[in-house]
């Protein structure tokens, strides 16, 4: 392992946005940059590459963006989801340097998609990767590479090495060998969440984590997170809540992504495991109220929902990559799904007798709501009276954890006793820092980005 | 709890298509690349003939391949582009006639050289039993007419078989009524080869992994013009002998070299290039049972114009003979296996731009 040898200007830990973002604004300051990516090459990227855009502030039309998105109306649109929970001076500063990353994004060879025809409609709000967020990470590896920065992959950073208020060196496990040591001059945390650690999730939520599915990488275990944590450094973040959506139930334990969506709530019933209803499906339209669906499922018995519709409201949502289960009745249905028919046609029926008529209309809260019910729907609430019935079920997929590194707008890192001369974290790592609770689509790769070019660029006028 | 998508019995092109399609749109994030991906969305269900469509759609730009999050070893085991050219080499040969003559030509280049071996014996064969008392250039080889006599038909069969083809592929996706605007947009994306530019017009992925390039567009596009600039040129030449009664050898500045000449070096540079990328392209992203017979073709479309180069260049030596024959037995290869081999995917993928301009019209 004589390779590893030599001194490094800049280590970067992780190989996701953040992280490359860093290395290659560091690299293009002359500086000698090494990326260890915990992943093999086929999964390189983290949770980046699956994401599909990028929120950006604009005072004008920007390709490709349309109309304008100021600084105010984003934070606001933050403040909403995270309700306060966020840090204003960080929070503005991300935004607000969010739009010089656009172009910049552009010159190191992500490419945008130019318009957008599917259910969501975010042209003015949200920039989209062509070919989604694992063409931005390949993109990102091949200007990092002609750029000259060593790329290591299945480099499992075991320790971070701290004298003192600074960092000497890293213990890294390379393609499951014993370690080897990693001296920099300088060092960029760039290494996301825990999300993926199953046993720190349950020790955080409880043994119902157990039953969640984790919807991106399985690499983001948070180990030097843990040991950043151990050695005493700032943190920032709820530590017992992690990000959490409803997602089909059959999706894969990890990285099932995107396709592993649902989004039928609204035109639906949803049960639990006993057949019970247990929250209004209607409240809301599916994109303001998917985020909350993991955390009531995941509240629910085994952790499981099952979302119940009819023939009427199959054509109304993006397919599912998992078919629906299908049924001519209600009990029917009821037991191909592991339920108690006799339970959950009580619950239809008394749904059914509940609903009054009107005008249903998808697109937008048409008031169509249940009368005399314990939970009522107080939105698009049809009775399920047309065969065939659909069934889907419904677990909480894991997004990415809150507990995270506490970091100065430098992006530095911070212990009680001031901050480490040499040591920055950006991307998922110090999130928290902004992101209290809640989500913000296109968020995190803003944070991403607009941190790693921050740290990169700290990182290399330490080394310069 | 996940879905088990191990089949007990190996998919069919198409079913095995249709997995990864159901799975491409639920996903869509590859939307800007190409005419797939809108066309794709149309559907939720996707019956044969749909996958016919989205397959001959697909120019194989594998765009959409480095960029999946769902390419092995993940378990969904997506590879959009070998899985589309796997249905679409398939509607080339199940809707070719006779099917039997498809299979063979397209997976085997050895059966096309050796059809280019009979072709060369005929011509040097008639080039020393029939050769013509008169005529100038290389009619003093071969009469004119004795080639129109053989080339007419072994043009205009092949063609018919393919119009029989076109037809069957028509009706199997659902093709509308053909409008004037929908060829003049067909005929504007294979002019420009727009679904080879990425979206972003950086080119596209083959030769250097997830790098865009703009080579294989420029490639093909050499290819593909030069040989319209030689068709044009032989079919100038023709207008020329019969309307016009004047006859060949034509000077530099006359239609038939003026096209034929820049055509044919085009069509050379061309096959050097699209040889070149297809050896450094990775082979499991395409129908690799095809790989051989795809590359003999390039071959052969190499062969044409050069020889036709060389016929050229020799003009006044003894070569012209020999030259010809070889020239005349590769132009005969060519056109017999028009309807055979990979020149069906021009007339295929051209019907699908069609198609999809008529379909694109009718969701708006």
Redesign the interface.
């Known amino acids: 392992m004589t390779r590893y040898s030599d001194l490094y200007d800049i280590a970067v830990v992780g190989g996701g946005n953040a992280a490359l973002c860093a290395a290659i604004t560091a690299a293009e300051a002359g500086a000698r940059v090494i990326i260890l990516e915990g992943a093999p090459l086929p999964y390189r990227g983290g949770n980046s590459r699956h994401t599909r855009n990028f929120r950006c502030m604009h005072r004008g039309p920007m390709s490709p963006l349309t109309g304008a998105y100021e600084e105010d109306e984003y934070f606001n649109d933050l403040m909403l989801v995270t309700k306060g929970k966020t840090d204003e001076h960080l929070a503005r500063m991300t935004i607000r340097t969010s739009e010089e990353c656009l172009p910049w994004m552009q010159d190191h060879g992500v490419r945008f998609q130019p318009s957008l025809s599917g259910t969501l409609s975010l042209s003015r709000t949200n920039a989209f990767f062509l070919g989604g967020g694992k063409a931005l990470v390949n993109a990102y590896y091949n200007t990092a590479a002609d750029l000259g920065v060593t790329i290591v992959y299945e480099a499992q950073v075991r320790h971070v090495h701290r004298e003192g208020q600074a960092i000497t060196h890293l213990d890294v496990e390379i393609a499951e060998a014993p370690p080897v040591t990693i001296r920099a001059r300088a060092f960029v945390l760039a290494s996301g969440g825990f999300q993926a650690d199953l046993d720190w999730l349950a020790r955080a939520w409880g043994p119902s984590a157990r039953n969640f599915l984790i919807r991106g990488t399985p690499y983001n275990r948070g180990v030097v997170l843990k040991d950043m944590l151990d050695q005493g450094a700032d943190s920032v973040g709820d530590p017992t809540q992690c990000h959490a959506v409803a997602i089909d139930g059959r999706a894969p334990k990890y990285d099932g992504g995107i396709v592993t969506r649902l989004d039928c709530v609204p035109f639906s019933i949803v049960v639990n495991r006993d057949g019970q209803r247990f929250y209004d499906e209607g409240e809301d339209t599916w994109p303001k109220r998917y985020a909350i669906w993991g955390r009531l499922v995941a509240a629910q018995p085994d952790q499981v929902g099952y979302a119940l519709i009819d023939a009427k409201s199959i054509d109304l949502f993006m397919p599912s990559v998992f078919p629906p289960i299908v049924a001519d009745t209600i009990p029917e249905l009821a037991a191909k799904m592991g339920l108690d028919p006799a339970a959950v046609q009580t619950t239809v029926s008394a749904f059914n007798a509940a609903c009054r008529p009107g005008t249903f209309h998808p697109t937008e809260l048409d008031g169509m709501a249940t009368e005399g019910l314990d939970i009522q729907k107080t939105n698009w609430a049809r009775p399920l009276d047309t065969p065939p019935y659909y069934g889907y079920q419904l677990r909480p997929g894991v997004t990415f954890t809150y507990l995270g590194l506490k970091v100065s707008d430098s992006a530095q890192v911070h212990t009680p006793d001031g901050p480490i001369t040499n040591l920055w974290a950006a991307g998922e790592i110090m999130a928290g820092s902004i992101l209290g609770q809640g989500y913000l689509a296109g968020f995190g790769m803003t944070i991403g980005t607009v941190f790693g070019r921050i740290a990169g660029k700290e990182a290399a006028a330490h080394v310069a | 709890?996940?879905?088990d998508f191990a089949a007990t019995t190996p998919l069919t092109a198409t079913e095995e298509a249709r997995r990864q399609i159901?799975?491409c749109?639920?996903?869509?994030?590859?939307?800007?690349?190409c005419s797939v991906f809108?066309a794709m969305?149309r559907s939720?269900a996707f019956a044969d003939g749909d996958l016919t469509h989205l397959s001959n759609l697909c120019h194989n730009c594998r765009?959409?391949h480095?960029?999946?999050?769902?390419?092995?070893?993940?378990?969904?085991d997506l590879n959009i582009p070998a899985a589309l050219a796997e249905v679409r080499q398939d509607s080339w040969e199940r809707l070719a006639r006779p099917q039997a003559l498809a299979r063979m030509f397209h997976e085997r280049g050895v059966a096309m050289a050796g059809l280019l071996v009979v072709a060369l014996t005929l011509f040097f064969a008639l080039i020393a039993a029939a050769r013509p008392t008169g005529g100038e250039g290389f009619y003093a080889y071969m009469a004119h007419n004795m080639m129109i006599a053989i080339f007419i038909p072994a043009f205009v069969a092949p063609l018919a078989l393919i119009g029989l083809s076109l037809r069957d592929y028509w009706r199997e996706v659902g093709g509308g009524r053909v409008r004037l605007r929908h060829l003049a947009k067909a005929g504007d994306m294979a002019g420009r080869m727009k679904n080879l530019n990425?979206?972003?017009g950086?080119g596209c992925n083959f030769e250097d992994g997830?790098?865009f390039s703009q080579k294989r567009r420029i490639a093909h596009q050499l290819m593909m013009w030069g040989f319209l600039a030689c068709f044009a040129a032989t079919s100038s030449g023709t207008i020329l002998h019969y309307v016009f009664g004047w006859y060949a050898p034509y000077p530099l500045w006359a239609p038939p070299k003026l096209l034929g000449v820049p055509g044919g070096i085009a069509m050379v540079a061309g096959a050097i290039g699209l040889a070149a990328l297809k050896l450094r392209a990775d082979p499991d992203l395409g129908a690799r049972r095809v790989w051989g017979g795809e590359m003999a073709f390039i071959v052969l479309l190499g062969a044409v114009a050069a020889t036709g180069l060389a016929l050229y260049a020799a003009t006044g030596t003894g070569a012209v003979g020999p030259l010809l024959a070889v020239h005349l037995a590769t132009v005969m290869t060519l056109f017999l296996l028009m309807p055979f081999s990979k020149m069906i995917h021009g007339f295929f993928r051209f019907t699908a731009l069609v198609a999809e301009a008529g379909k694109l019209e009718k969701t708006r």
Do not use: V, W
């Open positions: 709890m996940s879905l159901e799975i749109n639920a996903c869509r994030y590859c939307e800007g690349f809108p969305t939720k765009g959409c480095y960029a999946c999050q769902y390419t092995a070893p993940h378990e969904f990425g979206g972003h950086d997830d790098r």
